[in-house]
């Protein structure tokens, strides 16, 4: 009988080593079908809150066309909706060059852009935000082929914003020629401010910091990340090799001095 | 001992006190006007090309001068320092004796002018510090500086007269506040919009009116005029005024603004040659109620300061699918929630033929084609479908109870020009969107709604108002 039973479980161990692979690409399969079906249901959602603004491609040349044209000494500048087909994002929480993370773009679908028209979607079910964000990453090749990177840590020290903070933070936006886009008063006038351009060649305006809150919020954290990661796309460089962190932090307690944060307090 | 230092602090007070007189003394009888008297008399004794000039020179009293005009009721001393003012002589000289530039005081004689009626001033002061009203003396109207004197000339003058002769400056002020739409905000003899604050007799108001908080350099009425119009967020920080001049376009301005006095020149003053008024035609109207908020009118632009978007309302688009009477009820009635003032008369002082001349020019491109007619009425509407609806593809621009507003692209729809409005015009606007507008068109030529669809969600727009 012992040897019975041993043939058959040569038998059995074959056939699983056959079955093995089969029912891999089985599974894989069903996975796949899953994918193609939330990215099928984002498509439909995409259709009808987004297409109008980001196109049907994903390129920022939706029906709506011009989202906003700014005045600014006599010069207009035309705004238009984000490009999704290159995969470049200003509010990312991973290093420069890098991707996004999920939950950097769920945020922004969650929250919207403040001052930008970008609506927060937060009452819409998540699944269809879900089915969104997947079926925006069909736009560019970039999300199949790099790995996603490992979002920043932020450690928020105690003394941002004590007023020694400050003053060394004024004394590294004039080292770092800050100055020069975002004006020698933060008020975004510097001498280069209106030669600017973003990736797409379109004419872009620096951050006045006397006129409010920044898109992403204007928590310290979110301004550390802004340092740190730069803003892709835009003429705001990432920091995080040419500062060290604690430079980084003296700036953010001078950008929040600026954006009058620290007087409410 | 104790008596001995009482004794000594009496002696010294005493010291002090006599020291004190002595220097009062002194001043009183060394003024400043006496030591520039004193220059005058030299100079012109040094400079005598013959006896008879100099034994006239030497003869000059050197004295308090002072000119009084009692129409005016003003005693102008400021001849004390300036008594060169006159004299052909000092026309190169240096101040306060240089003479009167211009050829102004040959039609204006001192003696029945003065001085202080141009060039503000305190009249009865007897030093330049207090006389000029500079440097923090608290003089309401100090003295003004030359580059807005021109302002003083329209207390007598018209501008026609103005503009030929010596008055450019208020003149091409005066023009400039018509082009720039200042009345659009700024009521001025009763007419003008509301949304800031009234103008007249901003010339003559009281320094304490004005916050000088963030004015830079002397506190007086000049500076702030000035400041505010380069950066009206520099001085009052929630102020809403849009304004984009250049230096000298601010420089003017300010001119024009000091002719804005409640005081009134007496009738043998005024001088009033041409009494034409200016050509008003539906573009120049346009220029001065409408122009500071839509520009040019062909671009709708969002506003960072109003914090929403300025409809662009030459745009042929919108001109082709409002008639006259719509507009006219806008124009009249203004829109609620939103910066649009209401300009019927008994509001903002624009009589029908005003508002009818300014309908004349915003759709004098006005395309001859009509739109294609919707037939509203043929559709039967279901609001809970056209409520779907809305949520869906209306809520992230319009917001989801149709109020706009900052952050959003849409207009507000619960005001009464679109709740009012024909669901003809707009269920038009919807199925063919608005050009130049972030108003796409939702119908068979965009995105593919049919009309039913279109009919529902106006009639559930419709219902907004009902809402809470």
């Known amino acids: 009988m012992i040897p019975s039973i041993t043939k058959c479980k040569r038998v059995l161990l074959i056939v699983c080593l056959f079955l093995f692979p089969l029912t891999s690409v089985v599974l894989a399969q069903e996975n796949d079908d899953e994918y193609a079906a939330l990215v099928e249901s984002g498509k439909k959602v995409y259709e009808v809150r987004c297409l109008l603004c980001h196109g049907s491609k994903g390129d920022g040349n939706g029906p709506v066309g011009i989202i906003r044209r700014a005045e600014r000494n006599g010069r207009v500048l035309e705004i238009v909706p984000r490009d999704l087909t290159m995969a470049v994002f200003r509010f990312r929480t991973t290093p420069t060059g890098c991707l996004a993370d999920d939950q950097d773009i769920l945020n922004i679908i969650n929250n919207g852009v403040p001052r930008s028209f970008m609506p927060a979607h937060e009452k819409i079910p998540i699944q269809e935000r879900e089915a969104v964000k997947e079926y925006i990453k069909t736009f560019s090749y970039r999300w199949e082929e790099e790995d996603p990177c490992e979002p920043i840590a932020v450690v928020k020290p105690e003394w941002v914003g004590s007023s020694k903070s400050v003053d060394k933070g004024k004394i590294i936006f004039k080292e770092m020629k800050c100055g020069e886009c975002h004006g020698y008063e933060g008020k975004g006038d510097g001498p280069k401010s209106n030669d600017l351009k973003d990736d797409w060649g379109k004419q872009i305006l620096p951050f006045n910091f006397s006129t409010g809150d920044l898109k992403r919020g204007s928590t310290p954290e979110n301004v550390y990340i802004t340092f740190t990661s730069g803003l892709d796309g835009t003429g705001m460089p990432s920091y995080e090799d040419s500062l060290n962190e604690e430079d980084r932090w003296h700036l953010v307690s001078f950008t929040l001095k600026l954006m009058g944060k620290l007087d409410k307090k | ?468």
């Open chain 2, 1 to 468: 001992m104790q008596s001995r230092f009482y004794l000594s602090l009496l002696l010294i007070s005493s010291l002090v006190l006599i020291a004190f007189m002595g220097i009062a003394f002194n001043r009183e009888m060394n003024p400043e006007w006496k030591k520039y008297q004193t220059e005058y008399k030299d100079f012109l004794v040094k400079n005598a090309k013959d006896a008879s000039t100099r034994q006239r020179a030497e003869r000059i009293q050197i004295g308090m001068q002072q000119i009084y005009i009692k129409s005016l009721e003003r005693s102008d001393r400021c001849m004390s320092c300036h008594r060169g003012v006159e004299n052909p002589l000092m026309a190169e000289a240096e101040q306060p004796h240089r003479q009167h530039s211009g050829n102004y005081l040959e039609n204006h004689p001192i003696a029945k002018f003065g001085c202080t009626v141009c060039h503000r001033g305190q009249d009865r002061a007897t030093n330049m510090r207090e006389a000029h009203g500079e440097e923090h003396t608290h003089w309401d109207f100090p003295i003004i500086p030359s580059k807005y004197i021109q302002g003083s000339c329209a207390q007598c003058h018209d501008y026609e007269m103005l503009r030929q002769e010596g008055g450019e400056k208020v003149a091409r002020g005066e023009e400039l506040f018509r082009q720039k739409g200042c009345q659009g905000c700024h009521k001025i003899g009763g007419k003008g919009g509301d949304l800031g604050k009234d103008i007249a007799g901003i010339g003559s108001r009281p320094f304490a009116y004005f916050s000088m908080k963030h004015v830079v350099g002397d506190h007086n009425l000049y500076n702030w005029v000035k400041q505010h119009f380069d950066d009206p967020r520099a001085i009052v920080p929630e102020s809403e005024m849009r304004v984009f001049l250049t230096d000298e376009e601010a420089e003017l301005l300010t001119t024009y603004m000091m002719t804005f006095v409640t005081a009134e020149m007496p009738r043998n003053y005024t001088l009033i040659k041409n009494v034409i008024q200016p050509k008003i035609d539906g573009e120049s109207l346009y220029k001065m109620y409408c122009i500071a908020c839509h520009s040019d009118g062909r671009v709708s632009l969002y506003d960072e300061i109003f914090k929403r978007t300025i409809p662009a309302i030459r745009n042929p688009a919108f001109t082709r699918s409002i008639d006259d009477e719509h507009l006219r009820t806008i124009i009249k009635e203004g829109r609620k929630g939103t910066q649009m003032t209401a300009w019927k008369v008994s509001a903002a002082g624009l009589t029908d033929a005003d508002i009818n001349k300014i309908i004349m020019y915003i759709t004098m491109n006005r395309p001859e084609k009509k739109p294609e007619p919707f037939g509203f009425l043929k559709y039967k509407a279901d609001v809970r479908h056209g409520e779907e609806l809305y949520n869906i593809r209306c809520e992230f621009c319009h917001g989801a109870e149709g109020k706009g507003g900052e952050g959003f692209l849409g207009i507000n729809l619960r005001n009464p020009a679109v709740q009012k409005a024909d669901p003809e015009f707009l269920a038009i606007t919807v199925r063919d969107g608005r050009e130049g507008t972030p108003m796409v068109s939702f119908g068979m030529k965009g995105l593919k709604l049919d009309n039913q669809d279109i009919a529902d969600m106006v009639a559930y727009v419709k219902t907004l108002s009902q809402k809470k």
